[in-house]
């Protein structure tokens, strides 16, 4: 019979289970090939994604201290190797790897991280940017590179052979390694910083693309980049070409070519000073001949045997202009009468005492036409009033009245017919000339008016 003590918690079983992992030597250092999967790139950070294959999948985190000594930038569906221990995350009970290292599957990371910077730098335009020219006749060259090394030894040797003048400084810098990189970079901003350095080399000799690394670092190649002072890049043979070489203003094979291109040879400057002091020479003693058979020829010219000729042209030309200044102040003057003449009689017919006359005519002409309009308007209404009052008087019951004709009212209302009457009834008999009181004694209908 099983009791309550012989049940295990989760964590219980999930330790166990993790110290399982922990102590199995085969487990403690795991070599795997897959193609990675959810990956999603967290800067300055863990990273956690998958390895998987056709038929299975593992859960990865590759700590931040790890995932920066990578050389290449890994990608979703990349296939690559890695290596590191297998163990359980206790929270969720899930086994995952610890990847210690990781490289592209057949391909060198220093390869895959080479090319991908190349094209992110060329994406940029880094490697097509105008370049700046190395100067001719540089008097200080900064030289970036190991003092041990072979490639100072010969760029100073080549420098002394073809143009001695030239003082060349050594920037001391480590040029292979991990802190390589920092170290070029800060001696290139040192050297941009003091300002007074006509042209820069930075390189070193030979080795394998791991000895090389530092100069395909995209911290140098945007320090190369951005240097105000031309570089000469010279790294490696002339079969290596590095990220620096692509971003640098000018590149040589090797530290001697680098030399070479920096400065001329002082013995060749020389002679073809010398050679165009000659041609400069020659040119002047032409040109000096050339002018002296012009002034020869300008003696014997009228104008120095005949000085007076030299001013009659002008003089005529003074005449000339003279008159026609006149005529034309003439023609001018003529106008500017004429116009007087226009404004004064403008003047004169905008006087005033015009204005005022012209308007009390116009005033007395208006009240003429007004009282002439007054007239005929009053004798117009009188004649209408007239004609209106015939015919008013034409229409008044009294006019009829004068003729013989009465009416019959009974409390102030008009009898208009017998049949409103009645025998022995009271009416008022209105007269022309007043009023009588009436009773009636007999009525009489017409029977054509019944």
Request: net charge positive.
């Amino acid at each position: 019979m099983v009791v309550a003590n012989d049940y295990l918690t989760v964590t219980a079983l999930t330790q166990y289970l993790k110290r399982k992992f922990d102590v199995d030597p085969y487990l403690n250092k795991v070599y795997l090939t897959g193609e990675m999967s959810n990956f999603r790139l967290r800067k300055n950070a863990h990273q956690y994604f998958s390895i998987k294959d056709d038929h299975a999948k593992i859960s990865a985190i590759m700590f931040r201290s790890a995932f920066e000594r990578i050389k290449f930038e890994p990608e979703e569906g990349m296939k690559v190797l890695v290596t590191g221990r297998i163990s359980l995350y206790e929270q969720t009970g899930n086994y995952q790897i610890y990847i210690d290292h990781m490289e592209p599957d057949g391909v060198g990371q220093f390869y895959q991280a080479y090319e991908q910077l190349k094209k992110k730098l060329s994406a940029e335009g880094l490697f097509s940017a105008p370049k700046q020219l190395i100067p001719k006749f540089p008097k200080r060259i900064a030289v970036v590179t190991s003092p041990s090394g072979a490639v100072i030894r010969d760029i100073i040797t080549t420098t002394r052979r073809r143009y001695p003048i030239a003082q060349i400084v050594l920037f001391p810098a480590i040029v292979q390694g991990n802190d390589a990189a920092d170290d070029i970079v800060k001696q290139i901003n040192r050297i941009n910083e003091m300002g007074d350095f006509d042209t820069m080399i930075v390189g070193r000799g030979g080795g394998s693309i791991e000895d090389l690394w530092p100069f395909n670092e995209e911290r140098l190649a945007r320090a190369i980049f951005d240097s105000r002072v031309p570089v000469i890049s010279s790294v490696g043979h002339e079969t290596d070409t590095t990220i620096a070489d692509l971003v640098a203003d000018m590149r040589a094979a090797t530290p001697t070519a680098a030399a070479e291109l920096a400065v001329p040879v002082l013995s060749e400057v020389i002679a073809n000073v010398l050679k165009d002091r000659a041609r400069l020479m020659s040119v002047v003693q032409n040109r000096i001949a050339y002018e002296q058979q012009r002034v020869n020829k300008l003696k014997g010219s009228y104008i120095f045997q005949q000085p007076e000729r030299l001013y009659q042209g002008y003089s005529q030309n003074v005449d000339l202009l003279t008159d026609r200044a006149v005529r034309a102040m003439k023609a001018r003057l003529d106008g500017i009468n004429h116009r007087t003449s226009l404004t004064h009689q403008r003047l004169v017919a905008q006087n005033p005492v015009t204005i005022v006359k012209q308007g009390q005519q116009r005033v007395n002409e208006m009240k003429a036409r007004q009282l002439r309009a007054m007239q005929v308007l009053t004798a117009n209404k009188q004649r209408t009033f007239e004609e209106t009052v015939s015919r008013l008087d034409a229409l008044s019951p009294l006019r009829t009245m004068t003729r013989g004709y009465s009416y019959l009212t009974e409390e102030g209302k008009v009898i208009q017919s017998a049949a409103q009457l009645a025998t022995n009834q009271t009416v008022t008999l209105h007269l022309v000339d007043g009023q009588a009181e009436a009773t009636i004694n007999k009525v009489t209908i017409e029977k054509g008016e019944q």
